[in-house]
């Protein structure tokens, strides 16, 4: 499995950006989805995740109601909507792609994109 992350830049407080993924490799309409980041410094953290039906979400406390995950099938692409950002968001966003319908464990995402820089200054 290939994961392509982009959409990341710098961004001030308040503003919004939103990171794509794409996925090549096998069928991505099989398989849940997942970001994560790190910050310098600091281990890999969870974001949010998506089900391979796209119906079922979840969110770290730190990214809800601002962030919100989505999947396009068609497109082979998961999606990062970041709204009311901070600058505790900055910070190196991965995608991740396990290889089941859907996990929220780090440890079973075995896909991993090459990562995507967010700065979000003050």
């Known amino acids: 499995v290939q994961l392509q992350a982009s959409g990341g830049g710098l961004v001030q407080a308040g503003g919004s950006l939103r990171l794509s993924c794409a996925a090549s490799?096998?069928?991505?309409?099989?398989?849940?989805m997942g970001w994560f980041r790190q910050a310098p410094g600091k281990e890999r953290e969870f974001v949010s995740a998506?089900?391979?039906?796209?119906?079922?979400?979840f969110y770290a406390d730190s990214a809800k109601g601002r962030f919100t995950i989505s999947r396009d099938d068609a497109k082979n692409t998961v999606y990062l909507q970041m709204n009311g950002l901070k600058p505790e968001d900055t910070a190196v966003y991965y995608c991740?792609?396990?290889?089941?319908?859907?996990?929220?464990?780090?440890?079973?995402?075995?896909?991993w994109g090459q990562g995507t820089q967010v700065t979000v200054s003050s």
């Open positions: 991740a792609a396990p290889d089941s319908k859907w996990s929220l464990r780090e440890s079973e995402y075995k896909n």
């Open positions: 998506i089900s391979w039906s796209g119906i079922t979400t």
């Open positions: 490799g096998r069928t991505f309409s099989n398989y849940g």
